[in-house]
């Protein structure tokens, strides 16, 4: 439980409380004379599709000899000019709309309480103005597709309920809406988001009072309701489903929802929620653990070294926050940096979804956390990825299959995001997604699903076995162009640089993607077509370029076989340990040399100030885990809550982004149980060790 004494201030987000069906999230504030709910729909974004992809494969030659010569100003010149694309950017979230609840209550109250029950997965807020003690719960269901909302009242309470599209900025007044209206006793709200051919949508509440003595009034564009029992529904279409009358079908699913009673549609909820959330719970307590840490406030309980139940509460929240914001639909969509929750029109980063560790972290406990229902949103994200990157490996870089880069967004683009050189150039941003697919056949052994994946498999070995090309000697296979993500080097002349050959994050996941299509590959039985690119595979594993081990710092280099140094040495991705984590090809047990080179590689990281944001301090706690250290898990541990957890636990990068939640859920989870390396002894020997 998640326990607050206060309402969350009308401007401050990271401490309103989270709920969420996978479609819609609602931020619910809990104020007393004015509720606000900001809500979001998973398919509300800026603009429709684009074709941004450069024609760029005839300069991939001059650059990898520029690359290969560290002529760094000039690669960057030329990358510049022919390699990035135009829109540089891929497309944004938006907020689906606002509701508020304005009650006509003295102005004083008290006996004020704010609670999320992640068991129940409803927030409730409870106090009394004078005499009347006020209750309201809210709910994002599932089964009916709806945010739901109760209202109890020992006495007669008068309040209205409006709906807007509102800019998030405070100074602002504009509402970014095409109407507002009344219609079959329902406020109904059109809009749509910027841009060509974006999703339009439609925005309904609806009103039901369960006491005879209730009524429901329209005013203007309003509802006004007196009762001591009421029932308010909302719901949204947008056009992203396919063949629909928006507004039909939102006013649909209030009406269905509002023919229960709260008690009926709260069980609905509730059965649904605990038949996959209830699959796993955690409990820590120390020895001198009063058992009433509960009853304290979190923001309390955060600030408490002492308090071991937090961090089995954190772990509960990252698997609550995922189940919230990932469901198994059609079309359905994985969360995006914020989850399903984001109050901005012009989002941090666009609440895209970034491919060069974020989304991947997002799904780090989907596994471990028994939540296997969570992991179908990336698959169908994978499968049209699959579709439009084949443009983009043909036209960038000649190749056969397909890549994406390092974003994408709810229309699967696949091209360069940005022009940030550390990050923009990234082609394996799409090979790091497909590592997921071999996971998740390891924990579920289910052959259908391993079926409908291999197509995608199949398409990025293609790209990467005509993307890979020989170093400088002719002995080992190399990326190129490379670089490890959102990191610089400085090279031995003190020139700083970006693009390299085969970065050792890069081979790494090649390495994990060839070794999941092979053993996909035997598992399944493929058709005899696909032999001759097994033979393929299985030739260029052993000629991948192994991790190289610095003779001086006896860390594990990051730019390959180039001894570059870093020009942050205190950054935020430890890109080079991905072997480590979420790898598992560097153990204490089975590779000592390099197990010991990671944690050097940590410990100068970390003496440099690595880990000050909060998914980089997540993904320390998940390093540290796998190298069986922990006094380093639980100092980390502790950092995260301490330094990287608003009011409400969602982690700060800063500003928000909770794939530092699903990290720490994941590296809480490695703490207590590990099974990577049984994956061979189950399956047989992993094809390339």
């Given at each position: 439980m998640l326990r607050y004494h206060d309402p969350a201030h009308k401007s401050d987000w990271e401490s309103a409380l989270p709920i969420g069906n996978g479609r819609l999230?609602?931020?619910?504030?809990?104020?007393?004379?004015?509720?606000?709910?900001?809500?979001?729909?998973?398919?509300?974004?800026?603009?429709?599709?684009q074709s941004r992809t450069p024609k760029s494969a005839a300069h991939l030659p001059r650059l990898r000899e520029l690359i290969r010569k560290r002529e760094h100003a000039e690669v960057e010149k030329l990358v510049r000019k022919r390699f990035l694309a135009r829109p540089r950017s891929a497309r944004h979230y938006e907020p689906l709309s606002q509701c508020y609840l304005e009650f006509e209550h003295g102005e004083e109250f008290g006996g004020y309480e704010r609670t999320l029950d992640l068991e129940n997965a409803q927030v409730k807020v409870e106090y009394k103005v004078g005499e009347n003690h006020v209750r309201r719960s809210y709910i994002a269901s599932f089964p009916d597709s709806v945010i739901a909302i109760h209202v109890e009242a020992e006495q007669p309470v008068r309040f209205s309920v409006n709906l807007s599209r509102m800019s998030d900025k405070w100074y602002e007044t504009n509402e970014f809406l095409d109407s507002i209206v009344v219609r079959e006793g329902m406020v109904?709200?059109?809009?749509?988001?910027?841009?060509?051919?974006?999703?339009?949508?439609?925005?309904?509440?609806?009103?039901?009072c369960q006491d005879a003595a209730g009524t429901v009034e329209i005013v203007g564009a309003s509802l006004e309701i007196t009762s001591t029992d009421a029932l308010i529904v909302l719901g949204a279409s947008t056009s992203y489903e396919p063949d629909i009358n928006l507004e039909q079908t939102a006013i649909r699913r209030v009406s269905q929802a509002l023919q229960y009673s709260p008690g009926a549609l709260w069980a609905r909820h509730r059965s649904d929620w605990q038949d996959i959330y209830g699959k796993q719970s955690l409990q820590?307590?120390?020895?001198?653990?009063?058992?009433?840490?509960?009853?304290?406030?979190?923001?309390?309980?955060?600030?408490?070294?002492?308090?071991?139940?937090?961090?089995?509460?954190?772990?509960?929240?990252?698997?609550?926050?995922?189940?919230?914001?990932?469901?198994?639909?059609?079309?359905?969509?994985?969360?995006?940096?914020?989850?399903?929750?984001?109050?901005?029109?012009?989002?941090?980063?666009?609440?895209?979804?970034?491919?060069?560790?974020?989304?991947?972290?997002?799904?780090?406990?989907?596994?471990?956390?028994?939540?296997?229902?969570?992991?179908?949103?990336?698959?169908?994200?994978?499968?049209?990825?699959?579709?439009?990157?084949?443009?983009?490996?043909?036209?960038?870089y000649g190749c056969r299959g397909w890549c994406c880069h390092h974003n994408t967004d709810i229309w699967a683009d696949t091209a360069p995001q940005d022009e940030w050189m550390p990050a923009t150039l990234w082609p394996l941003g799409g090979a790091w997604l497909c590592v997921h697919i071999w996971e998740r056949f390891l924990f579920d052994e289910d052959i259908e699903f391993l079926k409908w994946m291999i197509p995608v498999l199949q398409g990025c070995v293609e790209f990467l076995l005509d993307f890979l090309i020989e170093d400088e000697k002719g002995e080992w296979l190399v990326t190129s162009p490379s670089l490890s993500p959102e990191n610089t080097f400085v090279d031995g002349k003190g020139r700083r640089g970006i693009l390299c050959e085969g970065s050792t994050m890069d081979i790494a996941i090649v390495r994990d993607v060839f070794n999941g299509f092979l053993n996909s590959f035997r598992k399944l039985r493929v058709p005899q077509a696909l032999q001759g690119l097994a033979a393929k595979v299985r030739t260029a594993i052993p000629r991948l370029l192994p991790p190289t081990i610095?003779?001086?710092?006896?860390?594990?280099?990051?730019?390959?076989?180039?001894?570059?140094?870093?020009?942050?040495?205190?950054?935020?991705?430890?890109?080079?340990?991905?072997?480590?984590?979420?790898?598992?090809?560097?153990?204490?047990?089975?590779?000592?040399?390099?197990?010991?080179?990671?944690?050097?590689?940590?410990?100068?990281?970390?003496?440099?100030?690595?880990?000050?944001?909060?998914?980089?301090?997540?993904?320390?706690?998940?390093?540290?885990?796998?190298?069986?250290?922990?006094?380093?898990?639980?100092?980390?541990?502790r950092a995260l809550l301490r330094d990287s957890t608003v009011p409400n636990m969602m982690d700060s990068h800063p500003p928000v982004q909770l794939d530092g939640n699903w990290g720490g859920c994941a590296g809480i989870l490695e703490c207590l149980v590990q099974s990577h390396e049984m994956a061979g002894v189950e399956f047989g020997e992993v094809e390339g060790g």
């Open positions: 999230g609602a931020m619910v504030y809990g104020g007393v004379h004015t509720e606000t709910l900001r809500l979001n729909e998973e398919s509300v974004w800026y603009g429709g599709p109904v709200l059109h809009a749509t988001p910027g841009g060509e051919n974006s999703n339009k949508l439609c925005m309904v509440a609806g009103v039901h820590l307590r120390s020895r001198s653990d009063d058992n009433n840490n509960n009853s304290k406030p979190t923001p309390e309980r955060l600030k408490d070294p002492n308090d071991v139940g937090i961090i089995a509460l954190y772990q509960a929240y990252g698997r609550y926050l995922l189940l919230s914001s990932s469901r198994n639909t059609d079309r359905a969509l994985p969360p995006t940096l914020q989850g399903i929750w984001n109050p901005y029109f012009s989002p941090p980063w666009g609440a895209k979804y970034t491919i060069n560790i974020n989304l991947q972290m997002n799904y780090w406990p989907v596994n471990t956390g028994n939540l296997s229902e969570c992991h179908m949103p990336l698959f169908t994200l994978l499968h049209r990825l699959a579709i439009s990157g084949k443009d983009t490996a043909r036209d960038m610095s003779p001086m710092e006896g860390t594990i280099r990051e730019w390959g076989f180039n001894a570059y140094t870093d020009a942050e040495p205190g950054h935020r991705h430890v890109s080079h340990l991905y072997a480590l984590y979420p790898g598992s090809s560097i153990t204490p047990s089975s590779t000592p040399t390099l197990a010991a080179a990671a944690l050097a590689t940590l410990e100068h990281r970390i003496s440099h100030g690595g880990g000050h944001t909060g998914w980089s301090r997540a993904w320390l706690i998940c390093f540290f885990a796998r190298l069986r250290k922990p006094v380093q898990c639980l100092e980390n541990i």
